[in-house]
């Protein structure tokens, strides 16, 4: 099968510009999950949507927002872009029978100047 | 809520040393749990999980053990290698399927 697979890679915006990042998770998996990762604040969770409907949220403000379609892909939104988004944002997939492991996309590194 | 402590690193080994890695979490019910290991530039990949007491996972030659009783999950290496040097995260899955990782030990491996 192939893995989560996440676009782009790299992003560089400026500060109050928005961004939209996608993920497409393994085949038949119907979760998706969005995380920040920086060197400061470590992995942080962001959202989980499962069949389109966001089922988890972390401690982040409204201008991140995500949404995931029919066929499980997913998207996330940041609105009004800060400095302090510059992050890794991880995805990760999972078909939730049990266990909740998840599997990980490569990221996309966003840098806001 | 549920939590995962690790402990902090960075941790620095000779080749062929013993590993240990410290996680305790703190959770409601009965959480499975996973060590994941990210190497530069890469996400996540999933090493190892357990999702009952005393359950031990194993891959790779790293090992953890479920451990209720002490609510622990260490992860342990007989013999590392310099390809083993990335980072390691310990994370629980709760009784909501919410996934809580700890803040990552950072491993070098020095030939």
């Known amino acids: 099968k192939a893995g989560v697979t996440q676009t782009p890679r790299y992003l560089i915006k400026t500060r109050g510009q928005q961004v939209t990042l996608s993920c497409s998770p393994i085949s038949g998996h119907r979760s998706v999950s969005w995380y920040q990762q920086t060197p400061g604040q470590g992995l942080q969770f962001l959202f989980e949507y499962f069949s389109e409907t966001q089922r988890n949220k972390g401690n982040f403000p409204g201008r991140f927002s995500g949404r995931q379609f029919s066929n499980s892909r997913s998207e996330m939104n940041v609105s009004t872009l800060e400095l302090g988004d510059s992050a890794l944002y991880l995805c990760a997939s999972s078909s939730r029978d049990g266990g909740y492991e998840q599997y990980f996309g490569p990221g996309t590194r966003l840098t806001v100047t | 809520g549920n939590s995962v402590t690790q402990m902090e690193g960075p941790v620095t080994l000779s080749e062929e040393a013993f590993l240990t890695i410290n996680c305790t979490y703190t959770?409601?019910?009965?959480?499975?749990l996973f060590w994941y290991v990210q190497y530069p530039g890469e996400g996540l990949q999933l090493l190892l999980k357990a999702t009952k007491a005393d359950d031990k996972g194993s891959n790779k030659g790293f090992e953890a053990t479920y451990r209720k009783e002490t609510t622990s999950f260490h992860l342990e290496k007989g013999s590392v290698q310099v390809s083993d040097s990335a980072v390691y995260f310990c994370?629980?899955?709760?009784?909501?399927?919410?996934?809580?990782f700890g803040a990552g030990t950072r491993l070098t491996v020095k030939p």
């Open positions: 994370a629980l899955s709760g009784n909501n399927n919410d996934m809580r």
């Open positions: 959770a409601t019910g009965y959480p499975s």
